[in-house]
T-cell receptor, first 115, second 113 residues
């Protein structure tokens, strides 16, 4: 069975702090994709990143970075120098290669960045 | 990435009635999906909308309760039938084209009273 666990339900930081959101996954597939999505208060889901299981290189995009560790089945997301606009619920998700694009979501982490 | 428009964006409905949610994509896509997000919860896949044939439902979801149509490559509807307060959720349409990431509509916030 496939499963995504985001153990942190809520995180609160002060602006300019760095924050890491944890994601641990379970799958028997050898080929799979991992995702992060952002859900601001308005409700839409905003795509942040997709990673396939063969690419363990860390990725950086501006203040965002992702650390994929296959050995620990983790795909953590770090926001550097957080801003109030980063306040949202962040979802980690998993899709098996043969799952036709169906996503299994974690429970989400609600990030609150205070000025 | 393509843009998904969902209608209505929100609605308040009486129990026992039905609501049809529309999802329009601005370009052709291979896959379309419907998710439910109950208050304070994560997203759960309801079904995969198949073009020209019956949708494929996930465990716990049935066609009588959530009939889905997908008449072409850019449009799908989800009906929430015989609604009860437990159906109060955000319903999200999702789509993907080929080997790309899935993108989402803005969701439909449904409240059943």
């Amino acid at each position: 069975a496939q499963k995504v666990t985001q153990a942190q339900t809520e995180i609160s930081v002060v602006e300019k702090e760095d924050v890491t959101l944890d994601c641990v996954y379970e799958t028997r597939d050898t080929t799979y994709y991992l995702f992060w999505y952002k859900q601001p208060p308005s409700g839409e889901l905003v795509f942040l990143i997709r990673r396939n299981s063969f690419d363990e290189q860390n990725e950086i995009s501006g203040r965002y970075s992702w650390n994929f560790q296959k050995s620990t089945s983790s795909f953590n997301f770090t926001i550097t120098a957080s801003q109030v606009v980063d306040s949202a619920v962040y979802f980690c998700a998993l899709s098996g290669y043969n799952q036709g694009g169906k996503l299994i979501f974690g429970q989400g982490t609600e990030l609150s960045v205070k000025p | 990435s393509a843009v998904i428009s969902q209608k209505p964006s929100r609605d308040i409905c009486q129990r026992g009635t039905s609501l049809t949610i529309q999802c329009q994509v601005d370009s052709q896509v291979t896959m379309m999906f419907w998710y439910r997000q109950q208050p304070g919860q994560s997203l759960t896949l309801i079904a995969t909308a198949n073009q020209g044939s019956e949708a494929t439902y996930e465990s716990g979801f049935v066609i009588d309760k959530f009939p889905i149509s997908r008449p072409n490559l850019t449009f799908s509807t989800l009906t929430v039938s015989n609604m009860s307060p437990e159906d109060s959720s955000i319903y999200l349409c999702s789509a993907k084209a080929g080997d790309t990431e899935a993108f989402f509509g803005q969701g439909t916030r449904l409240t059943v009273v």
